[in-house]
């Protein structure tokens, strides 16, 4: 049984809640896509199978949609709007991303559908909130995430680049924040027997984000400047990408903080023949004997301390110049030290751990006799395995399925 088994959850199509969808779907909820005549316009976004664009093609689609069920309503019409209710009155949760006014104006906002499904739980994903009028403004994954911050700390030590973020990124984390609204309210209705209505700003969840930088602007007026590889900080920190003996990059991470793992990366420095070779090595034999805790707080103003952190840094970085990058990965694995490689996403999806995670997820799509691999769950629980249960829907192609299930007769 997976976690969401019995769940029902109705989407109104929509690339602000497609990926909240699947993440229940794929967890075990009953997840019924409702799109328009015509179908939704992420139906046709790029990149497509074989790089041949064509009806069912979309591999933005597929991804986004795995573990639904699809149908056609047209709430245009009274009589597709009577068929959403009687939809709503069979499921537990809403998923939306409609205009502000559009559902009010068709009667079938929170007020009226709680009255067909009173334990209904609603969620509504827009740019600014339900309440806010900058939500009626044309809005896309970039713009909200240049007014919501997190860009602000991405990006290189060279600040006459433009800052980066990554694609997606505002659509995932509202999602995100969307699914654990769901989970929340789902266990306070099984306490209190309550649906609720529940408003998510994509602005204000990638906002809560930006790790340091919002806090250290309301609590002391400082702003954070973006570093390569780093988190950005009021303070310049020190340079931790690493060009490795193959040509690739490394970033060399959180260098050793206690004595043991001064004691694990001394070791594996002499073990490689490079100890001769860091005058900063005699700092690590300090740290690998230091007594009592390793107060990183007093780094700049401990000499003794920031010579020995400093000397942790020194010594990944000629160990990872000197080494291929994933020979220096995995020797970091093995000395306990948090370091990484820089992969392509296409070289992360291949990278071994992964496969070992049972991130690549193998999944037959009958409508091409193909077998195309998946990435898999962001986050894996044995009670309650996740699983992709089905490819996406094709445009209304659950209608007879559904709507069986609501009594109608073809």
Known sequence: MTALTGLRVVELGSERVAFAAKLLGDMGADVILVEP??????RAYPPFLDDQPGENRSLWWWHYNTSKRGVVIDL??????????QLIASADILLEAEPRQRLAALGLDYDDLSAVRPDLIHVAVTPYGRGDALSDLPATDLTIMAASGPPWSCGYDDHSLPPIRGPMQALHTAQHFAVMSVLTAVLHRGVAGKGQFIDVSMTAACNVTTEAASYSWLVAEQTVQRQTGRHASTRPSGETQQLCADGRYANTGVPPRAPKEFRALLAWLRELGFAEDLPEAVFLEMGANWEGPFELSRLGSDD??????????EALKLIASRLPAQDFFIGCQRAGLAVGVVN???EAFEDEHFKARGFQVPLHHDDFDRTITYPGAPYAMRGSPWAISRRAPHLGEHDAEVFGELGETP
């Open 37 to 42: 005549p015509g179908g939704d316009p992420a």
């Open 76 to 85: 245009d019409l009274e009589e597709g709007r009577e068929r959403f209710r």
């Open 304 to 313: 003794e301390v920031t010579a020995i952190f400093g000397a942790g840094r």
């Open 344 to 346: 392509s996403p296409e």
